[in-house]
């Protein structure tokens, strides 16, 4: 009977997230656009693009093979099993010991989808998107990794239901953990900015997708249907990326009993997962431009990874004293 | 009634009817070769079911009891465990897939009466090896496994290289028997008897350093059978070299039967009372962790399919090695019935995988060719179902969730990492280099396609069945990991390490 119940939640977090993310994008474009002087596009714009390229004539190319077809589709449904394991304000659906490695593995799944998608398009550009987009994610999973294994390791001891579950973040959180730990927490959260840009690729990160020189990369051949469907399993990629930013970060929630309480708390989360990615996207994509690849690969290694080592320390330091 | 005598009797009588069957024209040969080894498929089955629900099976040959008027066996014993019942399926399995996929495979070649017969009696040998209770009918197996291995190897004997791989494999191979055989000598001079549960009585009751110094040999030999890092290099030369369908049993089985399941049997069923097990855990641990490196390492640079999938197999059988050696070191404790388990489950993971990856790879090859991957490129585009199952094999060797390789590396992966986690460490190296190798073939096969390629297309439906009822298996066992861990695997690796029950099942159960 729960299952049933998991999955009427599944579905209506899957809606809920499809029209919060985009109409996030709607708010991003705006901001952007203002921070430029411009008037920018309505705030619903990403609604009507997105019906367009659904109304669209698909067009594949001659030598795409049927992964082409396929990426897409997996891409979105790896994406919506990931819902059901993203913290959004109250511990995930199927909350279970280590799920942890389940998120970060479907994270990780969804882009190597894409990429597998792009590659059997058989178009050169294609090829070197994909293989920028292999570097970078390469170059910046390892830091998310630690960090969030050491912030849960830091947890775990304060004693937990289900050690490694993104559901223990709203049992206790890093704050609680002393003031070496709080040291710790700012560097992480630079750590957990860094990766998030890196994530959703903007600002100096912008670099698989580069149009001025790649012509838009690992989306060149896309067209139609499957390029709107890209875009929405994207969106939505990037709403869960903050999502954990924010369970792991900022996990404040209030304590209402009954089914308002999570209304409430996802309320709070989507507000708390807008301001997160108003900084780590809207200002950050304003301010930079793109660094080339070998520069953010040494970026990501140098700056973020080492930084993740250091708080990863910090906080084990902190927790043993 | 015990079924266990048809899975020898049926075997060697398929292959000793071969040349007969082969008399008549037309495809005799191939249809005889799928009844026989389906109906040990049948009996495999059937072996296994009978060890699950009535415990170990000990069967002596010409009597009722291994005892005639001696307190002691006389007889050959054949005493099958859990562990060997999973070996007996797997085999059975594996090795009926390949038979019906040689149908198609093999058209275009000559003297497939030699073919069939060796095959049959490659499955012969390994059933022998895990069904065996006694030593040297142990070697005998591993001989008629290892002889008939050695011929399907140089089967293609008009191309330079299989002549060349098959001379490097019997070279070294009859070298390494012949420590296993020098082995046996020792211990039965000392010991005066071939019964492995026996040789446990007498050696608990008198260790000496004979005992030791065969159990050296045992392990040299079987290592270099199991295709561990040091002499590991037959293997990278054979498995190109055989047909395909040969180099899924070999990548499949041999080397886990002969090597593996040899030296799992030989440490836990004999030397256990006699020896410290921590010392040959840890020396079975660093052969793993050489391994474990090298095998992976050295198949990210591989340019031919099949030598990558050669090198790949070695660096599983790190894998499979270090879950026994753990499970030698930590004997007793919940850590080593978690690697041991692990380890098992490899092992059938893996036998399930490697074949799948060496069939496509024969698909492929048969198709066009050629097995360099420079120019396989853009294979999925004339090759889709090919393509498909190369994508679920490597997922399923990488260790993706929902396929079968996840639950048996993740048992690996825990246990290591709870008993040190450098090794642990190693053991994540090792599958990095892995995805790495994995990640690279399926670049190549969904890239643009090249214009060799452009001409090819999917094998006809007798290759592309076995090919898919591994991927189902494989689906399938992944969707229930946990209760293939905790009712089949756990269970085989606590019956392994009870010595005492081995022991008094053979000698009560007269």
């Given amino acids: 009977m729960s299952i049933i119940y998991e999955l009427i939640g599944l579905i209506l977090l899957y809606i809920y997230v499809s029209i919060t993310s985009l109409l996030f994008s709607g708010i991003d474009r705006k901001l952007v656009a203002r921070m430029q002087r411009r008037i920018g596009p309505p705030i619903l714009q990403p609604f009507y693009d997105f019906l367009k390229l659904m109304s669209k004539e698909t067009i594949i190319p001659n030598t795409a093979n049927f992964m082409f077809r396929a990426a897409p589709i997996l891409m979105l449904a790896t994406v919506i099993a990931l819902l059901a394991y993203t913290p959004l304000g109250f511990p995930p659906l199927f909350a279970t010991k280590g799920d942890i490695i389940v998120f970060i593995y479907l994270l990780t799944l969804a882009d190597f989808f894409l990429i597998l998608g792009v590659i059997s398009s058989g178009s050169p550009y294609g090829k070197i998107g994909a293989a920028r987009e292999v570097a970078m994610l390469i170059s910046r999973e390892p830091a998310m990794m630690l960090g969030v294994f050491s912030v849960m390791w830091g947890i775990s001891k304060l004693g937990v239901k289900r050690p490694f579950s993104l559901g223990s973040l709203y049992e206790h959180n890093i704050w609680e953990l002393g003031p070496m730990v709080w040291v710790a927490g700012i560097i992480l959260i630079y750590v957990f900015m860094a990766w998030l840009a890196s994530e959703i690729e903007v600002g100096f990160f912008n670099i698989p997708e580069a149009e001025e020189e790649i012509a838009e990369g690992t989306l060149v051949e896309y067209s139609g249907r499957y390029l709107g469907i890209i875009k929405l399993a994207e969106s939505i990629k990037e709403f869960i990326a903050t999502s954990l930013v924010v369970a792991v970060l900022f996990p404040w929630q209030v304590r209402i009993p009954g089914i308002e309480g999570y209304i409430t708390n996802l309320m709070i989360h989507t507000l708390k997962v807008f301001i997160v990615l108003f900084i780590a996207k809207t200002v950050f994509r304003t301010v930079t431009g793109r660094l080339r690849i070998t520069q953010a690969v040494n970026l990501l290694w140098t700056r973020v990874f080492a930084a993740s080592v250091v708080g990863a320390l910090l906080l084990v330091l902190g927790v043993r004293i | ?510």
């Fill in chain 2, 1 to 510: 009634m015990t079924w266990l005598p048809f899975i020898i009797i049926i075997p060697l009588f398929g292959a000793f009817s071969m040349p007969i069957v082969s008399l008549l024209k037309g495809k005799a040969k191939e249809i005889w070769a799928t009844i026989i080894s389906f109906t040990t498929l049948m009996v495999g089955i059937q072996v296994f079911r009978e060890v699950w629900n009535r415990g170990t099976i000990v069967y002596a040959l010409g009597s009722e009891t291994p005892f005639g008027k001696a307190n002691f066996p006389i007889r050959i014993v054949w005493e099958v465990d859990k562990f060997g019942a999973i070996m007996v399926l797997i085999i059975t399995l594996v090795s009926f897939l390949a038979v019906l996929y040689s149908i198609e495979y093999m058209k275009h070649d000559t003297g497939l009466e030699k073919y069939y017969t060796l095959i049959l009696i490659l499955e012969l040998g390994m059933l022998g090896i895990a069904i065996t209770g006694d030593i040297f009918n142990f070697y005998v197996f591993l001989e008629i496994m290892s002889i008939a291995s050695y011929a399907l190897v140089a089967f293609r004997n008009d191309t330079w290289e299989a002549i060349e791989a098959g001379i490097k494999y019997m070279f070294v191979g009859s070298l390494a028997s012949s420590l296993v055989l020098l082995g046996i000598a020792l211990l039965y001079g000392q010991y005066g008897t071939l019964t492995m549960g026996y040789l446990a009585v007498k050696m608990s009751e008198n260790p000496t350093i004979v005992a030791k110094i065969a159990l050296s040999l045992f392990l040299g030999g079987l290592l270099f059978k199991s295709g561990a890092s040091p002499v590991h290099m037959w293997l990278a030369d054979a498995h190109p070299a055989a047909p395909s369908s040969i180099s899924a049993m070999l990548s499949g089985l041999v080397i886990k039967v002969g090597g593996i399941y040899a030296i799992a049997r030989v440490v836990f069923s004999i030397f256990l009372p006699a020896i410290n097990l921590a010392t040959v855990g840890w020396l079975v641990i660093i052969f793993a962790c050489i391994t474990l490196i090298v095998g992976n390492a050295m198949a990210v640079v591989q340019e031919d399919m099949k030598r990558l999938l050669a090198y790949s197999s070695v660096g599983q059988i790190g894998y499979i090695l270090l879950g026994l050696g753990i499970g030698m070191v930590a004997y007793g404790s919940k850590i080593g019935e978690l690697a041991l388990a692990g380890a098992i489950y490899h092992i059938v993971n893996h036998a399930m995988m490697k074949a799948l990856l060496f069939l496509v790879a024969g698909a492929v090859l048969h198709e066009l060719g050629t097995r360099n991957l420079n120019e396989l490129s853009g294979l999925a585009k004339t090759m889709p179902k090919t393509t498909f199952a190369f994508l679920i094999g490597a997922a399923a060797i990488v260790g993706m969730p929902p396929l079968n390789g996840f639950a048996s590396k993740w048992l690996i992966y825990e246990s290591s990492a709870l008993f040190n986690p450098i090794i642990g460490s190693i053991a994540i190296i090792g599958t990095a280099f892995c995805t790495a190798a994995y990640v690279r073939v399926l670049f190549t096969f969904f890239g643009r396609p090249n214009e060799k390629v452009m001409r090819a297309k999917d094998p006809g439906a007798l290759m592309l069945i076995p090919m898919f009822i591994l991927v189902i298996a494989i689906i399938l066992m992944g969707i229930f990991p946990w209760q293939i861990s905790d009712k089949i695997m756990i269970p085989a690796a606590r019956n392994l390490w009870d010595i005492t029950s081995y022991v008094m099942t053979l000698m009560g159960g007269g």
